[in-house]
């Protein structure tokens, strides 16, 4: 029997064209996809730190108004703010602006107000679920792909044990072999995209139902506000 | 701004993890190269026949033929003395032909007797002799089988080695033969290797005296009873041929 050298590269570099293509994808999809766990762990997880860090802040009875300079200096520098202090931000922004006319009607101005916060809370949202979807295509169709290349190698590899007359397995073995690392990375491509993607879904709504329970306690302050003149 | 930094971070990890990984494939995953041949047991029964040709002794008795005595002519002539004298002398005479007869009968017969021992003593030695080279014989056949297989099992291992360490050129189809000459010195080292049969494709023949200068060493000769090796292994001719191609 010829010694065949077995080593994962050589398997790779001997498989037909499709089938590297294949592995390519996968491989580029895993790379792609590791890079969207990381960015958005990194993301939701400094969200979250920033919600807590807000509603310190928001609860220890500092006045809004200088809360609000403080976050709009903040934005200033940084170029922006995110996630609770968005909300918070264009919520009080409108507030002020409506109630800087003093005959201002209370219902408007809460209107004005709520309706600023839900935007701001849709913008959020939107930024919370950045590449979600793509987690959960990989995590969905890498394996289908790996399979494609699966199923295409062995089926080369068959036809070429055809034409074979003395049919011994280390005809087919290497064929079979390579074909199966396609399969291997699918689920390797795939598995981390899988848990990802639950998780972080889980912990985007978590985020989103917290910012919606803030913004209706501000409402109702704002509403306390509107309400004492 | 902080959105730039933290995907050049994540660029930044997945693409180290993902070396990391190929990295480690690159280096660990290697087959177990050991592959455990499983040599055929068997058992050999061999019919030994030991039977020399009996030979019949044949003795040839020769009859020996009596000489017929003489007969005294007896002259009754007229001087009976004479005649007496004459007659006595002649009966002495006859009586010691007679006597030397007898002993010179006597004599040849001892002879006959002795010759005819000897001849026995030659032909049971000659039966000795031819069955003990029929027996040596029968050894020596049994001895060259047993040198037969122990040969060809050699043999066997040689051309697989030689076929585990041949590497197909694209030429190469199945049907192709080529017959080489290994030379070998008592270690098992080759020494030297030439094309006895083209296979008709140079590629071919070269891949294959290629092979056997890879295997560089059959360990496994170093166990063979050295005779054997000076009678068949000094120099072995092999024919090689390529089992399973696709083409």
Known sequence: MIEENLSIWSLIANASLLVQGVMAILFIASVMSWVMIIQRGLYLRSAQRGFREFEDAFWSGVDLASLYTELTQKAKQQGGTDGIENVFRSGFREFNRLTQGDKADPDAVMEGADRA????????????????????????????????????????????????????????????????????????????????????????????????????????????????? | MRNSLSYSVAILLSLVLHIALVGALFVNWQPETERVMMQPQYIEAKLVELAPKKKTPAPKLKSKPKAPPKKPRVDLAKKKREEKKRLAKVAAQKKAAEKKRLEEERLKKAEQERQE???????????????????????????????????????????????????????????????????????????????????????????????????????????????????????????????????
């Open chain 1, 117 to 229: 916060m839900r935007v701001a809370l849709s913008r959020e949202d939107e930024k919370l679920n950045i590449s979600l979807p793509f987690l959960a295509s990989v995590a969905s169709v890498s394996p289908y792909i790996g399979l494609f290349g699966t199923v295409w190698g062995i089926m080369n590899s068959f036809r070429g044990l055809a034409m074979v007359q003395q049919a011994t397995l280390a005809t087919v073995a290497p064929g079979i072999s390579e074909a199966l690392i396609a399969t291997a990375m699918g689920l390797f491509a795939a598995i981390p995209a899988v848990i990802a993607y639950n998780r972080y879904a889980a912990l985007v709504e978590m985020t989103n139902s917290n910012y919606e329970t803030f913004a209706e306690e501000f409402s109702s302050i704002l509403h306390r506000q509107v309400h004492a003149h």
């Open chain 2, 117 to 247: 021992q000897q001849r026995q003593e030659a032909e049971r030695q000659r039966k000795e002799s031819e069955f003990a080279e029929a027996l040596a014989a029968e050894q020596a056949l049994v001895n060259a089988r047993e040198d037969e297989q122990a040969a060809n099992s050699y043999r066997q291992l040689i051309q697989q080695r030689l076929s585990e360490n041949w590497s197909r050129p694209p030429s190469a189809r199945l049907g192709m033969e080529t017959l080489i000459r290994i030379r070998l010195v008592p270690t098992g080292r080759v020494v030297g290797v030439t094309v006895l049969k083209s296979s008709g494709d140079s590629a071919f023949d070269r891949s294959v005296e290629q092979a056997a200068l890879k295997a560089e060493q059959f360990v496994e000769l170093q166990a063979m009873d050295p005779a054997l090796f000076e009678k068949r292994f000094r120099q072995v001719d092999v024919a090689f041929s390529p089992e399973d191609l696709r083409l």
